[in-house]
């Protein structure tokens, strides 16, 4: 098992920025990749950004150029700096990992975090 602990996220004004993090604990090895969901009411869940242990890097679209995920391996945390927040960023955020065992792709997810962005 993998215990994720997320921290930040919070209520911060249009343009502003926040820094969500997450530390991950329990049975860490053959994780493949660390990242980022969110999930806004009535939306489904959808992925901000995440990154494989070999520094690969994917982003939503909309989050490109203003989001900045990063990954410490040897501490097994991963990080996700936002900037320049807009309103339809607010969300519950929820950190996710991704361990490959085998031939089984197994995903553990966070509590979620709250992110509003509102003026």
């Known amino acids: 098992q993998v215990q994720l602990v997320e921290s930040g996220g919070g209520l911060v004004q249009p343009g502003g920025s926040l820094r969500l993090s997450c530390a991950a604990s329990?049975?860490?090895?053959?994780?493949?990749?660390m990242g980022w969901y969110r999930q806004a009411p009535g939306k489904q869940r959808e992925l901000v950004a995440s990154?494989?242990?070999?520094?690969?890097?994917n982003y939503l679209g909309d989050v490109r150029g203003r989001f900045t995920v990063s990954r410490d391996n040897a501490k097994n945390t991963v990080s996700l700096q936002m900037n320049s927040l807009k309103p339809e960023d607010t969300a519950v955020y929820y950190c996710?990992?991704?361990?490959?065992?085998?031939?089984?792709?197994?995903?553990?997810w966070g509590q979620g975090t709250q992110v509003t962005v509102s003026s």
């Open positions: 996710n990992v991704v361990k490959q065992v085998l031939t089984s792709t197994i995903n553990y």
């Open positions: 329990g049975t860490i090895f053959s994780i493949s990749a």
């Open positions: 990154i494989t242990s070999g520094g690969g890097i």
